[in-house]
């Protein structure tokens, strides 16, 4: 951990944005993580707040993390957005802490659950991101399969929740004896079914395409492949199969989570490599820069401690969600624009999307 990082990592072989073994244990294979508390809940070792407790402080805090790093904790980014940025916390903080103070069970519970379909909307979009990653890397992918597999993702995340909207128990949050319902419209079997038919026509097609493409001998089909068998299962299985709505959000957010994880390290490490490129101001790479990766480990495991501590010990009270709740807030306008490549042109090249500068 001491040492030194290695040189830049060229642009990856074919189709894959890292490395084959890379890509398929962050991008992929990582939902069997996930998929194992779900399977820990099954067997009745784990319970469903003890999934969500490790799904906040493995996963989902320590990827919150990162968008940190990349963002306020850079000088030259706070010089550029900062005005932004304080503008969203005021906005969230406002949006978020009023309601819990002056109306924790009226008006609070509407913010709460825009808040959950939001940070749904964040998922798919990572997806879709990757998405286009792939396809960058695949090259000469005609516009209108792009466009077919942009709306794939689209379907095969979102359908699955409209299904779920046919019970109000599947969309009920359990915590010991306090009973949460997300507000959505109750679907008669008339509408769910067809739209179940839907998704399973939309998964039939996309199989059928690429056994046509393979049988035609199209290159670099297998990482596009592997992503989109990977986020079908994902919510698949957490959105029609797992009846524990908490569980259900903890695997198809997990897995985003380690996805986003592997892809800011390269990110990152990259940049850190770079001395040129890199900014002194920016302790987080400095730290990538000088060998002291474990420094930047434990940042980002105590980053999620204390965050989620509020939650945990102070049971009852509304505003003990606000740390939570705020810096996820946060995390989903600023990455929504952190991944823009024409507002942060040198991210393509820390992807290695283009070649390192000399």
Request: charged share 15%; with cysteine; aromatic share 14%.
């Amino acid at each position: 951990m001491s040492a030194a990082l290695p040189a830049p990592v060229e642009r990856a072989p074919g189709a894959w944005i890292v490395s084959p073994g890379y890509d398929t244990a962050f991008f992929t294979a990582s939902l069997l993580v996930p998929l194992t508390l779900w399977l820990g809940f099954s067997a009745g070792v784990l319970t469903g707040i003890a999934v969500y407790v490790l799904f906040q402080l493995l996963f989902n805090l320590p990827h919150n993390f990162q968008t940190w790093t990349m963002s306020v904790l850079d000088e030259g980014d706070r010089k550029k957005h900062g005005r932004r940025y304080l503008l969203a916390a005021v906005v969230c903080l406002a949006v978020l802490g009023v309601p819990m103070a002056l109306s924790p069970d009226g008006v609070y519970p509407w913010v709460r659950d825009a808040l959950i379909y939001w940070g749904y909307y964040h998922l798919v979009r990572q997806h879709y991101g990757f998405l286009r990653l792939y396809e960058r890397k695949m090259g000469d992918v005609p516009a209108k399969e792009s466009r077919f597999y942009a709306r794939y993702v689209d379907a095969i995340c979102y359908l699955p929740l409209l299904v779920r909207f046919r019970d109000p128990e599947l969309m009920t949050i359990r915590v010991g004896a306090v009973d949460a319902w997300i507000h959505h419209p109750v679907l008669p079997e008339s509408a769910w079914v067809p739209i179940l038919a839907l998704w399973v026509a939309f998964v039939v097609a996309a199989v059928a395409h690429h056994l046509h493409l393979w049988r035609k001998g199209r290159r670099g089909l297998m990482p596009r492949a592997l992503l989109l068998i990977s986020v079908t299962l994902a919510f698949g299985l957490a959105v029609l199969v797992v009846q524990d709505i908490i569980v259900g959000i903890a695997v198809v957010t997990a897995y985003h989570n380690l996805q986003y994880l592997g892809l800011t390290w390269f990110h990152n490490r990259n940049r850190a490599a770079e001395p040129a490129e890199g900014d002194a101001s920016n302790s987080t790479i400095g730290w990538l820069r000088g060998g002291k990766v474990w420094l930047y480990l434990l940042f980002t495991m105590f980053y999620g401690v204390v965050i989620f501590a509020p939650r945990a010990l102070i049971q009852g009270q509304r505003l003990a969600e606000l740390p939570l709740a705020f810096v996820v807030a946060m995390h989903y306008y600023v990455d929504s624009r952190m991944w823009q490549f024409p507002l942060y042109p040198e991210r393509g090249r820390w992807l290695r999307l283009s070649r390192p500068r000399a």
